[in-house]
């Protein structure tokens, strides 16, 4: 079964964790220094937070597929949509590695749709990073309208974003 994934950005990361635990009434199920995520079973959803960008509120929103089929399911219906569908494959981000497919909304909202492969120490890959390979494998720099990912220059190189 499918779980609803949204990420926000937000200002004062401990504030927002005490905040959503509340709200949801359980502790984030990952948090580090950076971020934070709820794997909620009721409401299904995977509710995540971050303070790695300067633009507040909404960064994107996604489906998590369970398996490759889930996955390879959700990716039929993007291309049916007939916008421009971005592949990436064991993607490392949010501490984790995984399989990715993203689209823009009408409205030029972001929608990640993944399947988790394993879970990483970093937030992003920063070999790759430091090989010169593209360090936004979160998601598509040319899409971005988050400053969490924004057009690679030799100014911003160290920056990353999330799923």
């Given at each position: 079964?499918?779980?609803?994934?949204?990420?926000?950005?937000?200002?004062?990361?401990?504030?927002?964790?005490?905040?959503?635990?509340?709200?949801?009434?359980?502790?984030?199920?990952?948090?580090?220094?950076?971020?934070?995520?709820?794997?909620?079973?009721?409401?299904?959803?995977?509710?995540?937070?971050?303070?790695?960008?300067?633009?507040?509120?909404?960064?994107?929103?996604?489906?998590?597929?369970?398996?490759?089929?889930e996955l390879a399911a959700i990716?039929?219906?993007?291309?049916?949509?007939?916008?421009?569908?971005?592949?990436?494959?064991?993607?490392?981000?949010?501490?984790?590695r995984s399989d990715k497919y993203?689209?823009?909304?009408?409205?030029?909202?972001?929608?990640?749709?993944?399947?988790?492969?394993?879970?990483?120490?970093?937030?992003?890959?920063?070999?790759?990073?430091?090989?010169?390979?593209?360090?936004?494998a979160c998601r598509p720099a040319?899409?971005?309208?988050?400053?969490?990912?924004?057009?690679?220059?030799?100014?911003?190189?160290?920056?990353?974003?999330?799923?």
């Amino acid at each position: 079964m499918k779980r609803l994934h949204i990420h926000l950005s937000v200002d004062n990361l401990e504030k927002n964790i005490s905040f959503y635990s509340t709200l949801f009434g359980c502790e984030p199920t990952v948090k580090h220094d950076d971020y934070a995520k709820w794997m909620l079973d009721d409401p299904r959803v995977n509710f995540a937070i971050s303070n790695r960008s300067q633009q507040l509120g909404l960064d994107h929103l996604g489906l998590q597929a369970e398996n490759e089929q889930e996955l390879a399911a959700i990716k039929q219906q993007l291309d049916a949509t007939q916008a421009p569908v971005e592949a990436q494959q064991d993607a490392a981000c949010c501490y984790a590695r995984s399989d990715k497919y993203w689209i823009t909304d009408p409205q030029g909202i972001a929608w990640e749709s993944f399947h988790s492969l394993s879970e990483i120490p970093t937030f992003n890959d920063a070999k790759a990073v430091s090989d010169g390979e593209n360090p936004f494998a979160c998601r598509p720099a040319e899409k971005s309208t988050s400053s969490c990912c924004p057009s690679p220059t030799p100014e911003n190189t160290d920056s990353s974003c999330c799923g």
